[in-house]
């Protein structure tokens, strides 16, 4: 035993000087040093108490275990934690949380690994705890439209689970993300214009504190469609990208699947059309339930990607729910508006295969959009105006793009105000991803000056901390470290990452 965990130790130090376990035991008993027998021996103690509470193989220190844990989809390096632990039930994580308190440990939740902001890597070290062992739908109230999962339920998993009740839950964020890792992310997607994001779905959380604690933030097993009691727990740790607690468990709101859905694709002859045309609709009170804007180099991108032919122009993907005869008057009054802001005739999604193979090609944005320049990168900005600002900013921006010599399709949920650029760069040329950042932030900035967000789906994470204080000022910012202080006075979860 102690011959392998020597072994470990040794691989660890070579890719990870190892920083957290040194510099968190330094910090208690001064005298260790890096290769010092008496620090491996608080290795091997921390490790076999990982393992005696959740078994040998609830435990990893191999480096590929780790290197998948130290990354997410995004350009951020991977920073791979010392361990992975994969806890199977709350009192797991409790017992684990309790262990990692006592060492000074940091502690970073890992979902899927499909964030956008760099979340998951462990910048001082520490122990990833993934969750994805943590599976079980464990409560349905089919007659109270909610579910209780464990953490490493994702979405499509849930949909699949409730495919013969009658319910869905709406939240897609593309990806099949943990449901967790959502709310953790305060994810939405190409739903929340009619469902809403995470923050209006979630309805109840337990979370185990940095100190092993267990808290649910509405109350054990309560599940109300509505609260006014005390301060709003919930959407404290919605949103907290793993800086507060470890997400073991949410209670989500479900919707009755509609009785009908029609896609359509409808194209512009500019982006003012598209947006207005949007706005218009919204103003009418037409329920649309996905309203999704992608700019000519997007769309040109999807029909290269998928082999499609709709025009190269702005372009609207619209989706609407209801009963045959309300999707008539929806689909009547959109058309009409469309044709008023000079948009084309729809191109019409009907059963589900087509239905599917349109919104594919949306949620495949992403990987159309690297194959513009094979061996590329990709990273996703992530800003949200105002609705009567987004022409103007999406004009500016595409002006910027062109100006810098930039590849950034535009795919947005337009109907939310929030929109993407995905920069296409090659990660080895500095100068290239020198000028991405210099964009991003200008583009960011744009939106904070526009009364809109640096973030509208995919968190503050690593790189936007410095724009949170701009959004939010350093008295919020205060107040947020107040709250992380009491939470977590070790700042052990997540450190590095949104403050
Ligand atoms: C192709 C593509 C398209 C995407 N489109 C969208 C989109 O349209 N909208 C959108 O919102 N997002 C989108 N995303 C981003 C991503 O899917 C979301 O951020 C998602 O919510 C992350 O969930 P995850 O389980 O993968 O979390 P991870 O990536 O594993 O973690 C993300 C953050 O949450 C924390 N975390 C994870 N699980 C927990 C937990 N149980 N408790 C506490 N903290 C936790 C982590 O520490 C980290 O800080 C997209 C991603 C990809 C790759």
């Known amino acids: 035993m102690t011959h392998v965990l020597l072994g470990h130790s040794r691989r660890l130090y070579q890719v990870n000087p190892f920083t957290s376990i040194l510099t968190q035991c330094c910090k208690s008993k001064k005298d260790y040093s890096v290769k010092s027998g008496a620090q491996s021996g608080v290795l091997e103690r921390v490790v076999s108490a990982f393992r005696s509470v959740c078994g040998d193989d609830g435990v990893s220190l191999g480096l590929a275990v780790r290197e998948q844990h130290g990354r997410d989809e995004s350009v951020h390096k991977c920073r791979p934690p010392d361990i992975v632990v994969f806890p199977r039930c709350v009192e797991e994580v409790s017992a684990l949380a309790k262990i990692c308190h006592h060492h000074r440990l940091p502690i970073i939740p890992f979902g899927t690994g499909t964030g956008l902001e760099g979340g998951v890597g462990a910048m001082k070290g520490g122990v990833c705890f993934s969750l994805r062992k943590m599976d079980r739908v464990l409560d349905l109230h089919p007659e109270d439209f909610d579910v209780t999962v464990e953490p490493g339920v994702t979405r499509k998993a849930l949909n699949s689970y409730l495919r013969d009740t009658g319910l869905w839950f709406p939240v897609d964020p593309g990806a099949d993300a943990s449901l967790c890792g959502m709310a953790a992310t305060s994810a939405s997607g190409t739903n929340a214009v009619r469902y809403g994001t995470m923050r209006e779905n979630v309805l109840n959380l337990e979370v185990v504190l940095a100190d092993g604690t267990v808290i649910h933030t509405a109350g054990k097993g309560r599940r109300p469609r509505k609260t006014s009691a005390g301060y709003n727990l919930t959407n404290l740790f919605v949103g907290s990208e793993g800086t507060l607690g470890i997400l073991t468990k949410a209670t989500l709101r479900l919707y009755g699947i509609p009785e009908s859905m029609v896609s359509a694709v409808c194209s512009f002859p500019s982006v003012q059309a598209a947006v207005d045309s949007t706005v218009q609709v919204l103003q009418c009170g037409v329920p649309i339930a996905r309203i999704e804007f992608l700019d000519d180099v997007m769309i040109d991108a999807c029909n290269r990607f998928n082999s499609l032919s709709y025009p190269v122009s702005p372009t609207l993907f619209l989706e609407f729910h209801g009963s045959e005869r309300s999707l008539e008057e929806q689909v009547a009054i959109t058309e009409e508006i469309t044709k008023e802001n000079g948009g084309s005739d729809f191109a019409w999604a009907q059963d589900e295969e087509t239905r599917g193979r349109l919104w594919k090609a949306r949620h495949d944005a992403w990987y159309a959009a690297l194959a513009l320049r094979p061996g590329s990168k990709a990273y996703s900005t992530d800003v949200c105006v105002p609705l009567s600002r987004l022409p103007q900013i999406i004009v500016e921006t595409k002006e910027d793009l062109v100006r810098n010599k930039l590849t950034g399709p535009i795919a947005g949920h337009v109907g939310d105000g929030n929109f993407h650029c995905l920069m296409v760069m090659d990660p080895n040329d500095p100068e290239e991803v020198e000028r991405v950042h210099q964009f991003t932030e ?58």
């Open 442 to 499: 200008r583009l960011a900035r744009r939106a904070l000056a526009m009364d809109g967000t640096c973030t509208g789906e995919h968190g503050i994470g690593l790189g936007k901390r410095a724009l949170l204080r701009e959004e939010v000022g350093p008295l919020a910012v205060e107040v947020m470290q107040g709250l992380k202080a009491t939470l977590d006075p070790k700042n052990l979860m997540n450190p590095g990452k949104v403050l």
